[in-house]
C-alpha cells in the first residue's frame, strides 16, 4: 500500500523546487541503470571504481545528457566487494534505497520544500555517503525527512540543528571522488519516514531479507524529479 506522504507530495509536487535546480532542463536527464539486470556492462568493471566512472560517462555521452537518474529499489551488484556493505554470511547489502543523480562535481543541491537540518556528518568511510545532510519537513501534518549523500565537506560548514532551509535554497555542493567516499561525482536522495533514532546517517541500501521494510520506510522518492521528464 502506499504511504498517504506519497500522494500529498504528488497532490503539492508543483510546489516542489527541483532538487538540482533550474538549470537544467528535461532533455537534459537521463536514465542510469545499475542493476544485475543491465547487460550492457560486465559485472566485474562497474564493481571497480573504474569502470563505474566509465559507465556513468559513456551513459550520459551516448544520451546527449548532462544528468544521469535511478537507482531505486536496483538490486546493484557495486557493493560486493566492500565490507562496509557485505554483512554477515555474506548477507550483502545490495538493494538501494534512494535516488542516484550523477552529474558533474560541486553541482548545486536545491531544497525541495521549506525544512529544518536535523543533523549532518560526515560519514567518510571508504563507499559511504561522505559528507552527509538529512533535512526534515512537514507537510499536510507529517513529518519526513530528505537525505543528502555524497556531498562536499564544505557543505557542512556553518550548519547547526534547527537551521531553517528554505524552498528553492542552495544548501550543499556535490563532493569530489576524494570527499563524498570514493564514488564518481553524484548526489544519493533519499525520502525517510522515520530516522529511528539516528542522525547524520541512515542506510541508503538493503539486504534482500530487509528490503521489504526498509522500502515502506524509505518509499520511492521520483515525485521530487518527476519534471525530469525520466521516470523512476
Known sequence: MQHPLLSVLRE???KLFPVMGTKFKPEDYCEIDLSIYNT??????????EGLAEHIHESLINNDAKVGLGGYGENRPIYRSSSLYSGQQNNCRCIHLGIDV???VQSKVFCPIDGVV???HNNNKALDYGATIILEHRLAGTIFYTLYGHLSKKSLDNLEKGK???KGACFARLGPREE?????????FQLILDMLGKEG???GVATVSESSYYMDLCPNP?????GTGVEI
Open 40 to 49: 550492457e556492462f560486465e559485472i566485474i568493471d562497474v564493481e571497480s571504481f
Open 222 to 226: 521520483a515525485v521530487f524529479f518527476e
Open 12 to 14: 503539492n509536487k508543483a
Open 164 to 166: 531553517k532551509i528554505e
Open 118 to 120: 536535523h543533523s549532518f
Open 180 to 188: 563524498n567516499g570514493g564514488w564518481p561525482p553524484h548526489l544519493h
Open 102 to 104: 550523477w552529474t558533474e
Open 201 to 203: 546517517d541512515f542506510p
